[in-house]
């Protein structure tokens, strides 16, 4: 019904930029929020960023000054931008979409859903 595509991932050096892109498709009628996840290897899921629909973010503390969200609803699309990446920020990061489809019922909550992720690696 909705697919979420994340792109933009790859291996960097210490102190590098990278810009992981999210795309939507399907039977989409809004979205809510949307989010960055990620997740390294024997550790937990952290929430990393989310902007909401009128483009409120927030950070993870320890990303605040370096990363930035942001998003394009006309393309369905949400951003991160990293910068001054460090080897601590190697993971896999997913995004998370609340969305209302065309069959929603608008009165009700708006279902989520992720992309498959995509590997960030940041060496030292």
């Known amino acids: 019904q909705v697919q979420l595509v994340e792109s933009g991932g790859g291996l960097v050096q210490a102190g590098g930029s990278l810009k992981l892109t999210c795309q939507a498709s399907g039977a989409i009628s809004a979205i809510k929020t949307m989010a960055w996840y990620r997740q390294a290897p024997g550790k937990q899921r952290d929430l990393v960023a989310t902007?909401?629909?009128?483009?409120?973010?927030d950070y993870l503390d320890s990303v605040k000054g370096r990363f930035t969200i942001s998003r394009d609803d006309a393309k369905n699309t949400v951003y991160l931008q990293m910068n001054s990446l460090k080897p601590e920020d190697t993971a896999v990061y997913s995004c998370?979409?609340?969305?209302?489809?065309?069959?929603?019922?608008?009165?009700?909550?708006?279902?989520?859903?992720w992309g498959q992720g995509t590997q960030v690696t940041v060496s030292s």
């Open positions: 902007i909401t629909s009128v483009g409120r973010a």
């Open positions: 998370k979409a609340a969305v209302w489809t065309y069959h929603s019922d608008f009165a009700g909550p708006p279902d989520e859903y």
